[in-house]
């Protein structure tokens, strides 16, 4: 298991000419210029094979260029490419009502669509005022959920989202998430750790910061995903639920990343047993193209015509990928999320027995978190270490993306097999091995 002469000399060339003309703000992880890709295998301009175990950040939902969604889109393609949302069209009416046959409330779900999972947070942002007639917000320590103004401002995962971008949105208030891995609060006896974080929101927020009456919603990840993939402790949604319903505050679920099956169920927030009132999802949704869609439950959408709106919402070739990508995961990848999700996990916790600087692996479904450390009972994040292995897997055909200040994400598409999991995960057990120096490159 060789390293791969790359990057070759065609993507080099591309390389140079992008520096020349593009964005220097892309965080780009590592030269990798793709040229082709089919299921969980890429390929890249030099003719270099590689396992995306990230999925475009957990976007190619039914991996790449399924031929059923390429299908979708081809045949919408010949009938039309956009009309704006000034009009109608049949796929449009039908994603809504898809939406609506498995959103994770009983009530009936009112649409609306857009480009991406930032816009669907803004319209989101923007619903819950006009609904609730407040303005103030409540957001948690470690959540991304997007660039644009609004979205940013909630944003609290990594300082250099908001240098240079101040004054960002007014009347948003941070509390802790409810990381068990890393308490921040102390519980009191008999309280778990979700309910403390619910206790300081009400006792340290909404009695000394905010009047709950003008706070409009609570936004929050149901599964933490730049911030570090964590899974909150089970008590917390509930906790959460019961405080917005006693202040009549709107819960929003940010299921951009966690969303349409990645964490085996269609929303991630149904793994803790309560309903949200407004979703905000995107990324796995049209297995890669431009949709983001915000829902909420039918009572809140009040808002009268022309109140928001986008040229390309509801666009009719993202829609029809969008129908063919919940389709391909109701009938085969919503089961293989469950099952080949819990074997990626178990071959996640074999590194945990192998490795003292694997310090916590956790996640559902294909949302799973490798968090390295350098030392266990201190929890010091090890950013380097996590960093190099990305880049040596990426050397041996892995591609892998980092969250957290340590923590590598498992979120290859839902159709990956067994045998791709264990080809990844013998390529990220080499690569640790070359991080800690325990092999040399040669070898590996």
Same mark, same amino acid.
């Given at each position: 298991?060789?390293?791969?002469?790359?990057?070759?000399?065609?993507?080099?060339?591309?390389?140079?000419?992008?520096?020349?003309?593009?964005?220097?703000?892309?965080?780009?992880?590592?030269?990798?210029?793709?040229?082709?890709?089919?299921?969980?295998?890429?390929?890249?301009?030099? !003719?270099?094979?590689?396992?995306?175990?990230?999925?475009?950040?957990?976007?190619?939902?039914?991996?790449?260029?399924?031929?059923?969604?390429?299908?979708?889109?081809?045949?919408?393609?010949?009938?039309?490419?956009?009309?704006?949302?000034?009009?109608?069209?049949?796929?449009?009416?039908?994603?809504?009502?898809?939406?609506?046959? *498995?959103?994770?409330?009983?009530?009936?779900?009112?649409?609306?669509?857009?480009?991406?999972?930032?816009? =669907?947070?803004?319209?989101?942002?923007?619903?819950?005022?006009?609904?609730?007639?407040?303005?103030?917000?409540?957001?948690? %320590?470690? /959540?991304?959920?997007?660039?644009?103004?609004?979205? *940013?401002?909630?944003? /609290?995962?990594?300082?250099?989202?908001?240098?240079?971008?101040?004054?960002?949105?007014?009347?948003?208030?941070?509390?802790?998430?409810?990381?068990?891995?890393?308490?921040?609060?102390?519980?009191?006896?008999?309280?778990?750790?979700?309910?403390?974080?619910?206790?300081?929101?009400?006792?340290?927020?909404?009695?000394?910061?905010?009047?709950?009456?003008?706070?409009?919603?609570?936004?929050?990840?149901?599964?933490?995903?730049?911030?570090?993939?964590?899974?909150?402790?089970? #008590?917390?949604?509930?906790?959460?639920?019961?405080?917005?319903?006693?202040?009549?505050?709107?819960?929003?679920?940010?299921?951009?990343?966690?969303?349409?099956?990645?964490?085996?169920?269609?929303?991630?927030?149904? %793994?803790?047993?309560?309903?949200?009132?407004?979703?905000?999802?995107?990324?796995?949704?049209?297995?890669?193209?431009?949709?983001?869609?915000?829902?909420?439950?039918?009572?809140?959408?009040?808002?009268?015509?022309?109140?928001?709106?986008?040229?390309?919402?509801?666009?009719?070739?993202?829609?029809?990928? /969008?129908?063919?990508?919940?389709?391909? *995961?109701?009938?085969?990848?919503?089961?293989?999320?469950?099952? /080949?999700?819990?074997?990626?996990? #178990?071959?996640?916790?074999?590194?945990?027995?192998?490795?003292?600087?694997?310090?916590?692996?956790?996640?559902? !479904?294909?949302?799973?978190?490798?968090?390295?450390?350098?030392?266990?009972?201190?929890?010091?994040?090890?950013?380097?270490? =996590?960093?190099? *292995?990305?880049?040596?897997?990426?050397?041996?055909?892995?591609?892998?993306?980092?969250?957290?200040?340590?923590?590598?994400?498992?979120?290859?598409?839902?159709?990956?097999?067994?045998?791709?999991?264990?080809?990844?995960?013998?390529?990220?057990? #080499?690569?640790?091995?070359?991080?800690?120096?325990?092999?040399?490159?040669?070898?590996?």
């Amino acid at each position: 298991m060789g390293t791969l002469n790359i990057p070759g000399p065609n993507a080099s060339n591309l390389i140079e000419r992008d520096h020349k003309v593009i964005s220097r703000s892309y965080p780009r992880a590592y030269p990798f210029v793709m040229d082709h890709g089919k299921g969980v295998e890429v390929w890249d301009v030099d !003719g270099n094979r590689f396992l995306d175990f990230a999925a475009g950040i957990a976007v190619v939902a039914t991996g790449h260029c399924h031929p059923f969604v390429v299908k979708s889109i081809q045949e919408q393609a010949e009938k039309f490419l956009h009309i704006s949302c000034d009009f109608y069209h049949e796929k449009w009416i039908q994603l809504a009502e898809k939406i609506h046959s *498995i959103a994770p409330f009983s009530e009936d779900a009112v649409s609306f669509m857009c480009n991406s999972g930032a816009e =669907s947070v803004e319209a989101a942002i923007k619903l819950a005022r006009y609904h609730t007639g407040r303005t103030q917000f409540i957001g948690f %320590h470690g /959540a991304f959920h997007g660039r644009t103004l609004g979205a *940013i401002t909630f944003t /609290a995962s990594k300082p250099v989202y908001k240098h240079g971008f101040f004054p960002l949105m007014n009347g948003v208030v941070h509390v802790p998430y409810p990381d068990p891995y890393r308490p921040v609060l102390i519980s009191s006896p008999g309280e778990k750790y979700g309910e403390t974080i619910v206790r300081y929101i009400e006792e340290q927020v909404l009695e000394r910061l905010l009047p709950p009456e003008d706070v409009a919603g609570i936004i929050v990840e149901p599964i933490l995903g730049e911030g570090g993939y964590v899974v909150p402790e089970d #008590s917390f949604f509930p906790a959460l639920r019961d405080l917005c319903d006693r202040f009549g505050i709107l819960l929003i679920a940010d299921e951009v990343q966690s969303g349409v099956g990645r964490s085996g169920k269609w929303w991630a927030i149904e %793994h803790f047993g309560v309903e949200p009132d407004i979703v905000c999802s995107a990324k796995g949704i049209a297995s890669g193209l431009p949709l983001g869609i915000t829902f909420a439950k039918k009572s809140i959408v009040d808002w009268p015509k022309g109140a928001h709106g986008n040229t390309y919402g509801g666009n009719p070739i993202s829609c029809s990928a /969008a129908l063919a990508t919940l389709d391909l *995961i109701e009938t085969e990848y919503l089961e293989n999320a469950i099952k /080949a999700g819990e074997y990626a996990k #178990s071959k996640a916790e074999e590194l945990f027995f192998q490795y003292p600087c694997v310090g916590d692996i956790r996640g559902k !479904g294909f949302m799973i978190g490798i968090e390295f450390v350098e030392n266990r009972e201190t929890k010091k994040p090890a950013s380097d270490l =996590s960093e190099s *292995i990305i880049q040596n897997a990426f050397k041996r055909g892995l591609l892998l993306l980092g969250c957290g200040k340590s923590t590598i994400r498992i979120a290859p598409p839902l159709c990956v097999t067994f045998q791709e999991i264990d080809e990844a995960f013998q390529i990220l057990d #080499s690569s640790i091995k070359v991080s800690l120096g325990e092999l040399t490159e040669f070898a590996a």
